[in-house]
């Protein structure tokens, strides 16, 4: 079956400390994979996105990578705050039309 | 830029009543996506239009739940007869459209239902 998976636990850092949150696959073959921030009582908000045949993505703190062999994508936050503290969701396109599959995401504490 | 668009925020209803979310996107945008999002868990796609035409709408309940995005601008889901595991936040998203090549999706604030 086609699974999206994120840490469930929530991952609890020191400010200024590099976070790392990874969403795993299968049973898809995605050209590309997003990764959203979701607030409490609001909706996502896209961050970035990387494509099949890029290894890795940059914007200010944060980066993302994308190993299609391994079916896994990896989020980093350097040097972060505790305004970064939120749940952080993968999602990928099913069938190419934009139709997103989203993982369940991974609650982020930044403590100072 | 205005973002995307709901309501209402919140809503309390009886199982078996029926209820209407309407979402407006943002300006231009040719798709819309309605997404149920459980606590807990990510979104989930019910619905996707391109213009006022339904692109997929394999994961929609179409027993109870419905669509419409009549002059492909705003839209309304609605419910009928909820059941109480419709609890949930329902997320209306809209992005500039299929052919553009521009994939980020813009969501609204959602729209918070409880069942009772």
């Known amino acids: 079956s086609q699974k999206i998976e994120q840490n469930s636990e929530a991952l609890n850092i020191q400010e200024g400390k590099t976070a790392t949150l990874t969403c795993n696959y299968t049973?898809?073959?995605?050209?590309?994979l997003q990764w959203y921030r979701q607030d409490p009582g609001r909706g996502p908000v896209f961050l970035l996105l990387?494509?099949?045949?890029?290894k890795e993505k940059r914007k200010e703190r944060l980066k993302v990578t994308f190993d299609t062999t391994l079916k896994q994508s990896l989020f980093h936050i350097t040097a972060s705050q505790p305004a970064d503290s939120a749940t952080y969701l993968c999602?990928?396109?099913?069938?190419?039309?934009?139709?997103?599959?989203f993982g369940t995401g991974t609650r982020l504490l930044v403590s100072p | 830029e205005a973002g995307v668009a709901q309501s209402p925020r919140y809503k309390i209803i009886e199982k078996r009543q029926s209820v209407a979310f309407w979402c407006n996107p943002i300006?231009?945008?040719?798709?819309l996506y309605w997404y149920q999002q459980i606590l807990g868990q990510g979104p989930k796609l019910l619905i996707q239009?391109?213009?006022?035409?339904?692109?997929?709408d394999s994961q929609l309940p179409k027993d109870r739940f419905s669509a419409e995005r009549l002059k492909g601008v705003d839209s309304t889901l609605k419910i009928q007869p909820a059941k109480l595991e419709d609890s949930a936040v329902y997320l209306c998203?809209?992005?500039?459209?299929?052919?553009?090549?521009?994939?980020?999706?813009?969501f609204g604030p959602g729209t918070r239902l409880l069942v009772l």
């Open positions: 049973n898809y073959s995605p050209a590309y």
């Open positions: 990387i494509r099949e045949n890029e």
């Open positions: 239009f391109q213009n006022n035409g339904v692109v997929d």
């Open positions: 998203a809209s992005s500039p459209g299929l052919a553009t090549g521009q994939e980020t999706q813009y």
């Open positions: 999602a990928l396109d099913k069938t190419g039309f934009q139709k997103l599959v």
């Open positions: 300006s231009g945008h040719a798709t």
